[in-house]
């Protein structure tokens, strides 16, 4: 068991530009979910997905922010335009999607917008 | 709207016992208490949840008080490794998603 792999582990890039973070979930896991985590608001829920199809979006920012899940290995989380206040540490987890069981975490992307 | 209440930090020596608070006075009777643990530069790792009986597994103990509206997490020999932020999140029973508060950050001193 690899767990949740996130990519790339670090992210430097200059406002105004693209940028795209990925995820591969846990094998046989259905609930995939994207957390961001900045020292002043914490871990937030942005998105999660079951069985591939989003469920809750309500927490993504803004427009800005989109996400993806193609298939049940693979998800991606985009930011275009990308925005200093968009720096942060974006995790990954995923789950069996069953009540009761546990969110499994990747080791994070920090991202860093100047 | 928090859910839960942590104290923001507390300290443990080394090999002693560690009895990390929460209070979750407005739980409701389909809601667990979920904890994990967030050791700088990781993810936020499962530790164990628990309805209403106590429950115990190799990581750590979790005594939930009868009226439901606290619990304690118990690491029953605590490591340096075991210096992080750990969070109590309560969870209603189809819930898919977790909401994390800020937590308490423990350190375990030498």
């Known amino acids: 068991d690899a767990g949740v792999i996130q990519s790339p582990r670090h992210e430097v890039t200059e406002m105004g530009q693209e940028v795209t973070l990925r995820c591969k979930p846990i094998?046989?896991?259905?609930?995939l979910f994207w957390y961001r985590q900045t020292m002043m608001r914490g871990l937030e829920l942005l998105i999660y997905f079951n069985n591939n199809v989003p469920i809750d979006d309500s927490g993504m920012p803004e427009d800005r922010f989109s996400a993806k899940m193609p298939n049940a290995s693979f998800s991606t989380l985009k930011i275009q335009p990308s925005e200093p206040r968009d720096s942060a540490v974006y995790f990954c987890?995923?789950?069996?999607?069953?009540?009761?069981?546990?969110?499994?975490f990747g080791n994070g992307t920090r991202l860093t917008v100047t | 709207d928090a859910k839960t209440t942590q104290p923001p930090s507390m300290d443990c020596a080394e090999g002693r016992a560690a009895n990390l608070p929460c209070n979750h006075s407005t739980i409701s009777g389909n809601e667990y208490v979920y904890w994990y643990r967030q050791i700088h530069s990781q993810g936020p790792q499962y530790i164990i949840h628990g309805l209403k009986n106590n429950e115990t597994n190799e990581m750590a103990s979790l005594i939930i008080t009868e009226d439901r509206k606290s619990s304690t997490l118990i690491l029953p020999h605590a490591t340096l490794r075991d210096t992080a932020v750990y969070y109590c999140i309560v969870r209603e029973t189809g819930a898919n998603n977790l909401f994390f508060g800020t937590g308490t950050r423990l350190t375990v001193i030498p």
């Open positions: 987890a995923s789950s069996l999607g069953r009540p009761r069981t546990p969110l499994h």
């Open positions: 094998s046989g896991h259905n609930s």
